[in-house]
């Protein structure tokens, strides 16, 4: 059974930068995509960025060129590097893991942008 652990959310100014760490147990990481999507109340939960197994990235349009998702296969974590956040960027963010046809989830972790 996976479990993914997510952290390094907080509160932060409009205009800052925060970094989201995922941890992953098992040994099917490297060959997993990963993900990072969020859920704003009352929005539906929704892509953020995602990294492929080989390491192709791809990013929902209202985080291009503000977000990074990297991964590092030696440690079996993905993250999210956050600079330019709005206020629209709240949400809680969840680590996403697919594996053949099986999807895990994390538990989330709040990001707050906010003056």
């Known amino acids: 059974q996976v479990q993914l652990v997510e952290s390094g959310g907080g509160l932060v100014q409009p205009g800052g930068s925060l970094r989201l760490s995922c941890a992953a147990s098992?040994?099917?990481?490297?060959?997993?995509?990963m993900g990072w999507y969020r859920q704003a109340p009352g929005k539906q939960r929704e892509l953020v960025a995602g990294?492929?197994?080989?390491?192709?990235?791809n990013y929902s349009d209202s985080v291009k060129g503000r977000f990074t998702i990297s991964r590092d296969n030696a440690k079996n974590t993905v993250f999210l590097q956050m600079n330019s956040l709005k206020p629209d960027d709240t949400a809680v963010y969840y680590c996403?893991?697919?594996?053949?046809?099986?999807?895990?989830w994390g538990q989330g972790t709040q990001v707050t942008v906010s003056s």
């Open positions: 996403n893991q697919k594996f053949a046809i099986v999807t895990y």
């Open positions: 098992g040994s099917s990481f490297r060959l997993s995509a």
């Open positions: 990294i492929s197994s080989g390491g192709i990235t």
